[in-house]
């Protein structure tokens, strides 16, 4: 496995008064590679824009690796990828609608969206945001390694629970679930009651839930939520696990860019951070971006060359997250 690069900050390289001069300040640049940074630096999501960018100067403190930055708010008419010399990838764009508008611009090199959308992943553009998937992927692997081998999705009825379980289904294949060992019910309104008989009647051995739909600490079994929901309230997620992607790496990361920029960065600015790490060591040693295991920001990963991002997390229950706050 490799680490990821450890950056020291440069407060010069961060402390910019305007978006006009991030630009000049990178293309007075003549690094032996370069990387080209799509993200809004205008319109209403200029702050998410903003934000990416600080994240990826605060990474990159190799003067040998040049960022341009395009502002996909305003794109220049004839944008071509000739304007930037040696080019190693693209980070960015922040939304998978707009991958499909610069792929044919840089068609000879990678495309590292910071989309969560799988959907884009062509073997060309990369959706490298932090995705369900993910989660489903490291969750799967945690009941392999514990033999569980059969799960139920309790889940809304909609279009994003019904997207995800499919998702489930085929991720759950990889890890040697069988198909008929997945149960799913869907419910536009579930008592407590009711998704407790569930619960003690269909002869799972885990779950997967998105509301906490009863005391999840009174059910024996696993049961697994999304991170981002559980967090958002865990006094009633007691006892619930997630699939989590902190680490040591992304406080002491957080702490830095708190005290450079006065707010805390967005999840997509870690996930450029890793990514301006990764461009950054293969390029300084001559070696291949992908197929190659990194401890990230966002928890183990790699860029499957032709295929997409694979990331490893860690399954924790809140019961202990709670208990190691309180220490």
């Not at 001069?21 to 903003?50: D, E, H, R, T, W």
């Not at 070696?287 to 190659?292: A, G, I, L, R």
Request: aromatic share 8%; net charge negative.
């Amino acid at each position: 496995m490799q680490d990821t690069p450890k950056k020291l900050h440069t407060p010069a390289k961060t402390i910019v008064s305007n978006e006009d001069l991030y630009l000049k300040i990178f293309a007075q640049q003549k690094a032996k590679s370069s990387v080209v940074l799509l993200a809004p630096l205008s319109g209403s999501n200029a702050n998410l824009g903003k934000s990416v960018l600080n994240a990826a100067i605060q990474s990159n403190s190799n003067d040998d690796l040049d960022i341009y930055v395009v502002d996909t708010n305003n794109v220049p008419d004839k944008l071509n990828i000739e304007q930037f010399p040696n080019i190693k990838a693209v980070i960015g764009p922040i939304f998978s609608e707009e991958a499909v508008r610069f792929a044919p611009i840089f068609s000879s090199v990678p495309i590292f969206s910071l989309s969560n959308n799988v959907k884009i992943n062509n073997g060309h553009v990369y959706a490298c945001g932090l995705a369900p998937q993910d989660e489903l992927k490291t969750i799967f692997e945690h009941m392999r390694t514990n033999n569980i081998d059969s799960i139920a999705f309790v889940l809304p009825k909609g279009k994003f629970f019904e997207e995800l379980v499919a998702s489930a289904r085929e991720i759950a294949t990889e890890y040697g679930i069988a198909e008929e060992n997945i149960d799913v019910l869907s419910y536009r309104k579930m008592s407590s009651q009711d998704f407790l008989s569930f619960v003690n009647s269909c002869g799972k051995q885990a779950f997967f839930v998105y509301e906490p739909l009863a005391d999840i600490s009174s059910i024996s079994a696993p049961v697994f939520t999304m991170e981002a929901v559980a967090l958002a309230n865990p006094v009633k997620w007691n006892s619930a696990k997630i699939a989590l992607a902190e680490n040591e790496n992304q406080k002491s990361f957080i702490e830095t860019y708190q005290k450079s920029f006065r707010e805390k960065p967005t999840v997509i600015s870690l996930i450029a951070s890793d990514l301006i790490s990764v461009i950054d060591y293969a390029a300084s040693n001559n070696t291949e971006m992908f197929d190659t295991n990194f401890e990230g920001l966002c928890g183990m990963f790699s860029i499957k060359q032709g295929k997409a991002v694979e990331r490893k997390l860690r399954i924790e229950s809140i019961s202990d997250r709670k208990a190691e706050s309180e220490n």
